[in-house]
C-alpha cells in the first residue's frame, strides 16, 4: 500500500530542526566478493560519493565503485555502460521519460528494507499500483541564493534609490527588478564586481536556465500544481510566458560579474566562486549547492548570510509563491545485474542511509534532506534547509518540477545553445521563443510516442 503524502513544509521544517542522534545500525564484514558499482548523476559531489565508497569498503571489506557521468551527459554514459562489463548495480533516473526508456533494467523496491524506511510515495517513482521503480536521494529546492550581509548593507544605505527594506520584499518581479538595478548602481559602495555571478550557458553548463529557470513559465502555462501531472505525458507548450522568462534572463545578463557576450565560457563552478568568494550577491541554484559554497578556497560569505528568496519573472499571483521543489533523481537497482550483486546494493543503500557513518555522510558530505525516516536525528549543516523552512512557514506555495516534464534532453541542449546566441546578440529573442516551441512539439511527439502515450 502507498504511503500517506507528507508536506514539503514538514519535511523542510524537520531538516531546519533536526538535533544530532544516532542509531545503532552498522555494516558487517560481508562474504560478498563482487563489486557494486555506482553511477553518480551529480558532479558536485563527486568527491563525497568517492569518501562514501571508501568508508562502506573500509566497514564491510565490500568494493564500491563510483563513476560520475559528467555534466548533461549522464543518459549517454549510462547508454554506454549498460552495454559494458561494468554495468551499474546502482543507477539514477530523473524523469518519466527515463524510466520508460530504462524501465527493462529497473527492479521493483517495493519489497525491500530501502522502501521501508521512505515517509512519503512522492518521493518515489512509482506506477500507482504498488510498483517502485526508483527512490529519491535528494529532496531538493531550487530559487535565488543571496548573500544576505550584501543585501542588508545594501537595504542599510543612505544612498539607496528604491524604498524597499528588507529580502522579504522581494517576492514580485518589479521589486527584485528594482532593487537588484539599484545595487547595481551601488556596487562599488557594496564591493561587489555585480548582483548576479555569472550566467553559465557554456554547453553542459546551462541547466540552470534550460531546465530549472524553466519552471517558472511551464508552471504558470500549464496552470499549477493541481493541473500538473509529473507522472503523465509531456503537455503541448505554447511559451505564453516567454517574456516573463525573458524579464528574469535579462535581470541576470544585465546585472552580472559577467558581460552577457562572455557567458559562453562560463562554468557553474565559476559563478559559484564567484558567490563564495563575495563577488556577487545572488546567484540562481539550489540547496545542493552548500557543499560547493561551503568549500571553496577563501570563502567569504558567511554561514548565517546565505538564504534562499523565490524567483520572480512578472506573472500576477507571484507574490504567493514559494521554492522549486522536487524529489530530485531516483535511486534504482539494476535487474539485469546477478540476484547477488543486486543483494548486496541494496544493503549498501539501507547502510548509507540509516547506519550512524553513512547518515553522517550523507548529511555532512553530501548535504542531502532525504525521504528517510532513519534520517530523522541527523544533524545538517546546511544553513538553506532553514531558510526553506522559513519560507514555507510563511504560508508560500512551491511551485512543482513542471520541469520534469521537458521532453528530453535534445530540447534541453537547443534551448541551452539558442539562450546562449540571444545572450550573444546573435539570435532575437522572438526567433528563440518560436524554435523552443517548434522543437518542443517535434521531441514531444517523439517522446510521447516512446512512451505510448
Known sequence: ??????????????????????????????????????????????????????????????????????????????????????APTIFVIDSINMLNTWKDYISDLSDTELYSMV????????????????????LEAWGIIVNKGITDAYFASPNKSTEYTSLDDLYTFDALKAVVEDMTAMKDELGIQGVFGST????????????????????????????????????????????????????????????????G?????????????????MIQNGDWAWNTIANTDGRVVEDENVVFIPISCGVEGEENMGLNVTGSQYMCINSQASEEDQAAAEEFLVWLFSSD???????????FMTPFSTMSDATYTNPLYASEAAITEAGKTAYCAAANLIPDQTWKDNMGANLLMYAQGQMEWDDVVSNAVETWAVERDITNTANGN
Request: net charge negative.
Open 119 to 138: 515517509t512519503d510515495d512522492s518521493y518515489t517513482m512509482n506506477d500507482g499500483n504498488g510498483t517502485i521503480y526508483g527512490i529519491s536521494y535528494a
Open 1 to 86: 500500500m502507498l504511503k500517506k503524502k507528507i508536506s514539503w513544509v514538514l519535511a523542510m521544517t524537520m531538516a531546519a530542526t533536526m538535533l544530532g542522534g544516532c542509531l545503532t545500525t552498522s555494516a558487517e564484514e560481508s562474504s560478498y566478493d563482487g563489486t557494486i558499482r555506482w553511477l553518480n548523476y551529480k558532479p558536485e559531489v563527486a568527491d563525497a560519493m568517492q569518501e562514501i565508497a571508501a568508508a562502506y569498503t573500509e566497514e564491510t571489506g565490500i568494493d564500491v565503485q563510483i563513476e560520475t557521468a559528467a555534466s548533461g551527459q549522464y543518459e549517454a554514459t549510462l547508454t554506454a555502460r549498460m552495454d559494458s562489463s561494468d
Open 200 to 263: 553559465s550557458l557554456k554547453a553542459g553548463d546551462d541547466w540552470r536556465y534550460q531546465t530549472h529557470l524553466m519552471n517558472q513559465p511551464l508552471y504558470w502555462e500549464w496552470g499549477g500544481n493541481e493541473n500538473i501531472d509529473l507522472n503523465g505525458a509531456v503537455p503541448e507548450f505554447t511559451f505564453e510566458y516567454s517574456e516573463n522568462y525573458k524579464n528574469i534572463l535579462d535581470l541576470y545578463l544585465n546585472n552580472s560579474v559577467t558581460e552577457p557576450n562572455l557567458v
Open 357 to 367: 557513518t553513512g547518515k553522517q555522510l550523507v548529511a555532512e558530505k553530501l548535504q
Open 265 to 281: 565560457t562560463k562554468t557553474v563552478d565559476d559563478s559559484m566562486a564567484e558567490f563564495a568568494l563575495g563577488q556577487c550577491a
